[in-house]
């Protein structure tokens, strides 16, 4: 079974722009979680979608957005870049969220610099 | 944002000896994971815990979920080189999961 794959795994952008992130999810699973990694800050949430609804939300300006098609792939959205956004942007599935025994699985990420 | 309490922050050891990390809180969890991350890389599962007092085993690694559901530790036996990496513990509370500030991990071989 192929794993969480993510892409693009490198961008570089400057302050102002907007950046989307594509995240697809392993096969039959319905849940997709979005993190922001620092060095600083370490491992934060940012968002849960399940079945195309945003489920939970993090402690995020709301210039980070998400959504969720169909089939269960994941966008996230960050507009008007930071310097500060500069981050490893990771992205989790499981099966039928996180709210019971499931485990999530991660991504390999995304890279993001903003210049 | 909120982490949990996690310890020792790094540590070296020589290959071969056994490692022991934890991760405390003051609040109850449903389930504790520990994750492994090598750099520029995303968090590779390694293992899941579920119940309080469970005591869980894949291969040279162990990890408990603590009866008071406050804390998790995390033991690696026989530490080899590609041990190395930075461990996390993420524990289940309120629908999201909330993760440890993580334990670097440097193996001298």
């Known amino acids: 079974k192929a794993g969480v794959t993510q892409t693009p795994r490198y961008l570089i952008k400057t302050r102002g722009q907007q950046v989307t992130l594509s995240c697809s999810p392993i096969?039959?699973?319905?849940?997709v979680s979005w993190y922001q990694q620092t060095p600083g800050q370490g491992l934060q949430f940012l968002f849960e979608?399940?079945?195309?609804?945003?489920?939970n939300k993090g402690n995020f300006p709301g210039r980070f957005s998400g959504r969720q098609f169909s089939n269960s792939r994941s966008e996230m959205n960050v507009s008007t870049l930071e310097l500060g956004d500069s981050a490893l942007y990771l992205c989790?599935?499981?099966?039928?969220?996180?709210?019971?025994?499931?485990?999530?699985?991660f991504g390999p990420g995304t890279r993001l610099t903003v210049l | 944002g909120q982490q949990l309490n996690q310890s020792p922050q790094s540590m070296f050891i020589q290959e071969g000896e056994d490692v022991s990390m934890n991760c405390t809180s003051s609040?109850?969890?449903?389930?504790w994971l520990w994750y492994k991350q090598d750099p520029g890389e995303g968090p590779v599962l390694l293992i899941a815990?579920?119940?309080?007092?469970e005591l869980t085993s894949n291969g040279r690694l162990t990890a408990q979920f603590g009866i008071t559901r406050k804390d998790s530790f995390l033991n690696i036996s026989a530490s080899i080189p590609s041990d190395v990496g930075i461990y996390f513990c993420?524990?289940?509370?309120?629908?999201?999961?909330?993760f440890g500030t993580g334990t670097r991990l440097k193996v001298l071989a």
């Open positions: 989790a599935s499981s099966s039928s969220g996180i709210s019971t025994t499931d485990t999530q699985y």
């Open positions: 096969s039959g699973h319905r849940s």
């Open positions: 979608y399940f079945s195309e609804t945003q489920r």
């Open positions: 609040s109850i969890f449903n389930t």
């Open positions: 815990l579920y119940k309080a007092g």
């Open positions: 993420a524990g289940l509370r309120t629908y999201k999961y909330i």
